[in-house]
């Protein structure tokens, strides 16, 4: 990560007991898409540890108060918010993460460069691109969150283009009921503790050996390269919980979320 955001992680100092309260205070959010997003950033976390085929995006719509932003944006490292976003402006933002997701929020029109700048993000090992004719580099390799109102709103020059894309990504609807009451309290206090809750994740992450995880993944069984990854994120995501005895997620909450997850796709397609 760029050195200011290191160093501001680096101060953060959380016993167990504070990194409980706050873990208790994050199972309030305890939707479909609340607890994909957070699965989501353990899994981009590992980006320049485990070989992922791919690197999905998560692209979360529905309408507008359902909430996809608001966990989203807890987790995020940076925002790209722009109707007509171009590769520049996403490449300079990016530029030194080397883990971890942005948001992209709102997006109306894609390009053809743009969409084929987020298939090498989620493709490559490290994004490296020589832009313009200063021959800057630009160095960086992210996962990222797309939140749209209506995805069917979001415009490509080709619509296959927009199939495309969306086939090799998660899409989860949230619908009238993934909407939480009466949350606003715990989300202002979440919002607070944001850093925080980065740390919890990144504390948990760097205590386990990188030579398990890797077997762990490869051990997967699907064929589908964006299941594998969320698979994967979510029973990180579980021990995460159950390491802060914590019951939060189960195996077939896990199992019911994937399936949301390709009958999500199937609508679309």
Excluded at 68 to 93: E, G, P, V, W
Aim: with cysteine.
């Amino acid at each position: 990560t760029p050195d200011e955001l290191y160093k501001e992680l680096a101060k953060i100092n959380l016993n167990d007991n504070k990194k409980t309260k706050l873990l208790k205070d994050l199972t309030k959010l305890n939707k479909d898409h609340n607890i994909l997003t957070m699965a989501y950033f353990i899994g981009t976390l590992l980006i320049p540890i485990i070989d992922y085929e791919t690197t999905p995006y998560l692209i979360l719509y529905g309408k507008a108060g359902g909430g996809k932003t608001k966990t989203a944006n807890l987790f995020s490292f940076f925002t790209i918010q722009s109707d007509r976003t171009t590769t520049s402006q996403i490449m300079k933002t990016a530029q030194g993460y080397g883990c971890g997701y942005f948001v992209f929020d709102e997006p109306k029109t894609l390009s053809n460069d743009v969409i084929q700048l987020l298939k090498d993000l989620a493709t490559k090992k490290r994004y490296v691109k020589t832009y313009g004719k200063t021959g800057q580099k630009y160095i960086f390799k992210t996962g990222g969150i797309i939140s749209s109102n209506n995805i069917y709103e979001i415009k490509t020059k080709n619509p296959d283009d927009l199939n495309a894309f969306i086939r090799r990504n998660i899409v989860i609807k949230i619908n009238e009921d993934d909407k939480i009451k009466n949350i606003s309290n715990i989300l202002r206090k979440l919002e607070k503790k944001h850093q925080e809750l980065k740390k919890i994740f990144i504390d948990y992450l760097t205590e386990q050996d990188p030579h398990e995880l890797i077997k762990r993944y490869e051990n997967i069984n699907t064929d589908e390269e964006q299941y594998k990854f969320i698979i994967f994120s979510l029973e990180l995501l579980k021990e995460l919980f159950d390491k802060y005895k914590i019951e939060f997620l189960t195996e077939e909450r896990i199992k019911e979320i994937i399936n949301r997850l390709k009958e999500t796709e199937k609508e679309f397609q």
